[in-house]
């Protein structure tokens, strides 16, 4: 998130107007605001979505099951299901 920093933002428009390519960079900064925000959806479906593994784990009786997502935006999911007798 570290490029939606206000000075790196007020940097990108500053060269942009020096070098005439303010085009690009509103592109670019319209671009990191959405991906801010898909990653913000994903994150919502996430939590919604451990819940539901938190329901099913006092159900199944599993432990340590989650589903989390990275810096790199992949989510992934660690844990073991346990066994139903």
């Given at each position: 998130?570290?490029?939606l920093n206000p000075k790196t933002i007020i940097f990108f428009i500053a060269i942009s107007l020096v070098t005439g390519s303010f085009g690009f960079v509103s592109?670019?900064?319209i671009d990191s605001i959405t991906k801010v925000n898909k990653i913000g959806d994903l994150e919502s479906k996430i939590e919604k979505l451990n819940e539901n593994i938190e329901q099913l784990n006092k159900k199944l009786g599993s432990t340590d099951f989650k589903v989390e997502i990275n810096e790199?935006?992949?989510f992934y999911i660690k844990g073991k299901l346990g066994v139903v007798n």
């Amino acid at each position: 998130m570290d490029n939606l920093n206000p000075k790196t933002i007020i940097f990108f428009i500053a060269i942009s107007l020096v070098t005439g390519s303010f085009g690009f960079v509103s592109k670019y900064i319209i671009d990191s605001i959405t991906k801010v925000n898909k990653i913000g959806d994903l994150e919502s479906k996430i939590e919604k979505l451990n819940e539901n593994i938190e329901q099913l784990n006092k159900k199944l009786g599993s432990t340590d099951f989650k589903v989390e997502i990275n810096e790199n935006e992949i989510f992934y999911i660690k844990g073991k299901l346990g066994v139903v007798n």
